[in-house]
């Protein structure tokens, strides 16, 4: 049999957080290769009866590849279960291209990510009209380099929205580079640990000045999102720009303008 090996996203923790199609493809799964703690709850909830079920926190690439392939000789849908979104931080091209090589079909079902999810939970928009309309989504420099241009500091120079990933440890670089960039010290920045988790998130909010001493009371070491963004805290804002799109002046595509006021 030619099994076809599907690269889930599984969400950010909160098993409801699966999009319909994921879940409905490990219902069907033969096998599933999760990756860690973070999702294994939906691997085992939604896993049919008989279904292999692996963790691939002790495995290396290679082994991953090799028993997903062995599984896909075996099962008409093979799943390699992932948190968030497959295409962040997910190795996810290092394992497709073995598989075309040896002539497996596969595909991906994206997920929600973790920054989505945190913002959520903290109430917060991504975005704001003319405040900011870019989201960049990063990390710092681990044992994986950061490319030329992509350093934080030149990043923060946009004063965007930044979903800064994998980075929770090295808080005081993610300080120093906001702080370089010209971030002011009460700039507001908020770090959600496990966001979406049931019970078990945690939302930090604080100051480029005093994030970090309020992420070590909180004793959040791991499995955390930081974001820096001018639109934290617009909730309480005295005064907001509308957006223009349920603006009444505002004619789009499937409502008319009381008003026309020239936009399209
Ligand atoms: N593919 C995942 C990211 C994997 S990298 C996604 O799209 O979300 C792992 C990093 O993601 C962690 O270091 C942390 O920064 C973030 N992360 C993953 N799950 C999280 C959660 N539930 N809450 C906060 N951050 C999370």
Redesign the pocket.
């Known amino acids: 049999m030619a099994g076809k090996v599907w690269f889930i ?1 599984a969400g ?2 909160d098993p409801d957080l699966i999009t319909v199609k994921g879940r409905k493809l490990l219902e069907q799964a033969g096998a599933i290769l999760y990756a860690g703690s ?1 999702v294994d709850q939906a691997a085992t909830m939604y896993a049919p009866e008989g279904c292999v079920i692996r963790d691939s926190k002790d495995m290396t690439l290679e082994e991953m590849v090799a028993w997903v392939i062995d599984q896909a000789s075996r099962n008409a849908i093979v799943v390699r279960l ?9 190795a996810l091209i290092e394992m497709t291209r073995p598989l075309t090589a040896a002539g497996i079909e596969w595909a991906v079902v994206p ?5 989505m ?2 913002m959520a939970a903290a109430g917060e928009s991504l975005t704001l009209p003319e405040v900011t309309q870019t989201v960049i989504l990063t ?1 710092t420099a681990g044992r994986t380099p950061m490319p030329e241009g992509e350093d934080l500091v030149s990043l923060a120079r946009h004063h965007c929205t930044l979903c ?5 440890t090295l808080l005081h670089e993610v300080q120093a580079a906001l702080r370089e960039a010209g971030w002011r010290e009460d700039a507001p920045i908020l770090v ?6 049931p019970g078990l ?1 945690k939302i930090v909010r604080g100051t480029l000045a005093d994030i970090k001493r309020k992420c070590q009371d909180e004793k959040i070491g ?5 974001v820096a963004s001018p639109t934290l805290g617009s909730a309480d804002w005295e005064s907001l720009v509308r957006s223009k799109l349920y603006d009444p002046t505002f004619t789009h595509r499937f409502r008319k303008a009381s008003e026309d006021n020239g936009n399209d």
């Open positions: 996203g950010p923790g973070l992932q948190t968030g979104d497959p295409g962040l931080y997910g997920g929600v990510s973790s920054a999810a945190s990390r800064i990933y994998l980075s929770i959600v640990q496990k966001a979406s988790w998130e791991s499995q955390a999102m930081i």
